[in-house]
């Protein structure tokens, strides 16, 4: 079974440039997760989907970041524009939904903005 | 708002010998689950153990082991035999199990294994 795809693995941008990261979950997985992983920190959820749906993004800065999972499939994670602080590695993750809920995730994307 | 606390940011234990990392979670659910997840140096995270809440009984994964202890909302991950491949990041991550199933995760601890 293929896991979690996520590219590009490693991206150098300066700030208030745009970024995009890519995620194809596992397939028949339902749900996807982005994460924010902060060097020496745990990942902090930015936005779930269910299928094609948002269920939380409260944690998203929706000011420069955006999210999209237009065929419940693959999604795409924007940060528009980009700030020092956004460097971190942005995880991807999925499960199913069927009460099996362990997360499989993806080699994450390592952002570093200039 | 759930929490989890790891209180342990950096721990060592020698090669062959035991060790125990601790976590704990604050929340006023009743149903939910608790994970332990591995992150060695760069590369992708993966599930060592999960336990349900509803199950009393102590999840055994091989080598690793976890002392839930549901009323002082506790969960220790226990590594018994500790071998090099074990140095990596442990997280230890809570999720409710409800309509949306939200993911909670702790800070981390950083596991040396010593040979």
């Known amino acids: 079974e293929a896991g979690v795809a996520q590219s590009p693995r490693y991206k150098i941008i300066e700030k208030r440039q745009s970024v995009a990261f890519w995620c194809n979950p596992i397939?028949?997985?339902?749900?996807l997760y982005w994460y924010q992983q902060i060097l020496g920190q745990g990942p902090k959820l930015l936005i779930q989907?269910?299928?094609?749906?948002?269920?939380?993004d409260s944690q998203l800065p929706k000011d420069r970041f955006s999210a999209e999972r237009l065929k419940g499939v693959d999604s795409t994670l924007k940060i528009q524009p980009a700030k020092l602080e956004d460097s971190a590695v942005y995880l991807c993750?999925?499960?199913?939904?069927?009460?099996?809920?362990?997360?499989?995730f993806g080699p994450g994307t390592r952002l570093l903005v200039l | 708002a759930q929490t989890v606390t790891q209180s342990q940011p950096e721990m060592s234990v020698q090669e062959a010998e035991t060790v125990t990392l601790s976590c704990t979670y604050d929340?006023?659910?009743?149903?939910?689950?608790l994970f332990w997840y591995k992150q060695p140096p760069s590369r992708q995270m993966i599930l060592v153990i999960r336990q349900e809440a509803y199950k009393q009984q102590n999840a055994t994964e091989n080598r690793f082991s976890v002392n839930f202890q549901k009323a002082a909302k506790s969960f220790s991950l226990k590594i018994s035999d500790s071998q090099l491949g074990d140095t990596a990041m442990y997280f230890c991550a809570f999720m409710k199990h409800n309509a949306g199933n939200q993911f909670y995760f702790g800070t981390g601890t950083s596991l040396t294994v010593i040979p």
């Open positions: 397939s028949g997985h339902a749900t």
């Open positions: 989907f269910q299928n094609n749906g948002v269920v939380d």
């Open positions: 929340t006023s659910e009743n149903n939910y689950y």
């Open positions: 993750a999925s499960s199913t939904w069927t009460g099996e809920e362990t997360q499989y």
